[in-house]
């Protein structure tokens, strides 16, 4: 069956633009997970959504948002784009609340120049 | 706030060696995941937890789970350079993860 899928892959924007990512988790994974990876900050939780509710949230700004999509789809945006905002960006999806574990998309890379 | 610890950050290792890699956390859990990263690649799921005393074997890696005094072992027997990549352990519900531990398998 087909994995989780982000896109775009790669993404260049200025600072002050706004990016909208895209995550389209495994079919029947009603459960969407993001993170940031960075080499100094490592595997950051941003927010998890399962049935169109945010049901956790980490600790980034409020520029950073997101949603999930009656078919499960979920968009993250991040608004007013700073230089470290850069980073690899990378949703999981898991059926049964992660207890089978989840799988990762091969992530957004997100350059902000 | 949970805190996850792994360590070591950086493992460098012979062919054919043994080697335990550890993750520390700080709140009470009973979940905990381990991911395997290849450089440039996105996450590979490789144990889930579930359980105090849950032990799970694939491979060449086994993963144990001691909920009572929150650490996780990743044992790697004869290492092999195959298994040269990052190593995350991953923490509760919502996964919060270490810092990751880079393998590196030498001949």
């Known amino acids: 069956k087909a994995g989780v899928t982000q896109t775009p892959r790669y993404l260049i924007k200025t600072r002050g633009q706004q990016v909208t990512l895209s995550c389209s988790p495994i079919s029947g994974h009603r459960s969407v997970s993001w993170y940031q990876q960075t080499p100094g900050q490592g595997l950051q939780f941003l927010f998890e959504y399962f049935s169109e509710t945010q049901r956790n949230k980490g600790n980034f700004p409020g520029r950073f948002s997101g949603r999930q999509f009656s078919n499960s789809r979920s968009e993250m945006n991040v608004s007013t784009l700073e230089l470290g905002d850069s980073a690899l960006y990378l949703c999981?999806?898991?059926?049964?609340?992660?207890?089978?574990?989840?799988?990762f998309g091969s992530g957004t890379r997100l350059t902000v120049v | 706030e949970l805190k996850v610890e792994q360590n070591p950050l950086f493992l460098s290792m012979q062919e054919g060696k043994n080697y335990t890699i550890y993750c520390n956390y700080s709140?009470?859990?009973?979940?905990l995941y381990w991911y395997r990263q290849d450089p440039g690649k996105s996450l590979e799921s490789l144990f889930v937890?579930?359980?105090?005393?849950a032990v799970k074997q694939e491979g060449r890696l086994m993963a144990s789970l001691d909920t009572k005094a929150r650490l996780s072992t990743l044992h790697i027997t004869a290492a092999v350079h195959d298994l040269s990549a990052t190593y995350f352990c991953?923490?509760?519900?919502?996964?919060?993860f270490g810092a990751g531990t880079r393998l590196t398998v030498k001949p």
């Open positions: 999981a999806s898991s059926s049964g609340g992660g207890l089978y574990g989840y799988t």
């Open positions: 709140t009470t859990s009973d979940r």
């Open positions: 991953a923490v509760g519900d919502d996964m919060r």
């Open positions: 937890l579930l359980s105090n005393g």
